[in-house]
C-alpha cells in the first residue's frame, strides 16, 4: 500500500539559508511523487512532479529535489530561502489505482523563515 | 484562463442544513475530484470522478453526496451537515490519458458548521 511521511511538521530557516523537508514514501509500484506547495488560504500549486525520468528534479521558484529509490525518499531542497517561501509544503505520491489515479498525500510541513 | 474554480468561497451552515459547492474547471480534464483538509492530516479524498456521469468513493465518503452530469462540473453535496464536516474543501482535476499528470486545484471553499 502507498504512504507517504513528511518527518517533520515545522521548519524554520533563516532567509538565505538552505532549506531541507524530508519526505519518505512507500509504494508497491514505480510511483509518480510530487511537492506542491500551499500559501495561507489558498489552492496546492504544484513546485515539481518526478516521472521516473531523470532522478535530480528541477522545480519552480529555485526547488529541486532528488529521487532514491534505495532510501525511497524525495527530499525538497532550496539553496537560499526567501521570505516568500514561507508556506506548507506536501509530498504526494501517485499511482494507477482501480480505475483512477491515486494520491496519498503527507501530512505537511510548514516552513517559516527568519529575517 | 480560470483552470479550477470553486464556489463559495466561505460558508457557514447550522447543523442540520444542507448545501452544495462547486468546482469547475475549463481544462477539459476527464478526473475531477473533492478533497477535505483538516490540520495535520493532509488531504484526504471524499469522491472522485473518472468522466461525465461517473462517481466513486473515496477515503471518507461518509456525508457526502457528487454528481458529474456535464464533464466540465463537480457538485459536492451536504445532505445533513454535522460540526465535523467543518474544513477546508479542495477541488483538483487532471487529464485522464496522462500516466504522470499532477492535479490542478481550484483555490479552496472554507466551510463552518455550527
Known amino acids: 500500500a502507498q504512504s507517504v511521511t513528511q518527518l517533520d511538521s515545522h521548519v524554520s530557516v533563516s532567509e538565505g539559508t538552505p532549506v531541507l523537508l524530508r519526505c519518505n514514501y512507500s509504494?508497491?509500484?514505480?510511483?509518480?511523487l510530487f511537492w506542491y506547495v500551499q500559501h495561507p488560504n489558498k489552492g496546492l500549486q504544484l513546485l515539481l512532479k518526478?516521472?521516473?525520468?531523470?532522478?535530480l528534479v528541477k522545480g519552480i521558484n529555485g526547488f529541486e529535489a532528488e529521487f532514491k529509490k534505495s532510501e525511497t525518499s524525495f527530499h525538497l531542497t532550496k539553496p537560499s530561502a526567501h521570505m516568500s517561501d514561507a508556506a506548507e509544503y506536501f509530498c504526494v505520491v501517485s499511482e494507477r489505482g482501480s480505475g483512477t489515479y491515486k494520491y496519498i498525500f503527507g501530512t505537511g510541513t510548514r516552513l517559516k523563515v527568519l529575517a | 484562463n480560470a483552470g479550477v474554480t470553486q464556489t463559495p468561497k466561505f460558508r457557514v451552515l447550522k447543523t442540520g442544513q444542507s448545501m452544495t459547492l462547486l468546482c469547475a474547471q475549463d481544462m477539459n480534464h476527464e478526473y475531477m475530484y473533492w478533497y477535505r483538509q483538516d490540520p495535520g492530516m493532509g488531504l484526504r479524498l471524499i469522491h472522485y470522478?473518472?468522466?461525465?456521469?461517473?462517481?466513486a468513493k473515496g477515503e471518507v465518503p461518509d456525508g457526502y453526496n457528487v454528481s458529474r452530469l456535464k464533464k466540465q462540473n463537480f457538485l459536492l453535496g451536504l445532505e445533513s451537515a454535522a460540526p465535523s464536516q467543518t474544513s477546508v474543501y479542495f477541488c483538483a482535476s487532471r487529464p485522464g490519458a496522462q500516466l504522470t499528470g499532477e492535479l490542478f486545484f481550484g483555490e479552496g471553499s472554507r466551510l463552518t458548521v455550527l
Open positions: 518526478y516521472t521516473s525520468a531523470a532522478t
Open positions: 509504494s508497491s509500484y514505480s510511483p509518480s
Open positions: 470522478s473518472v468522466g461525465e456521469g461517473t462517481t
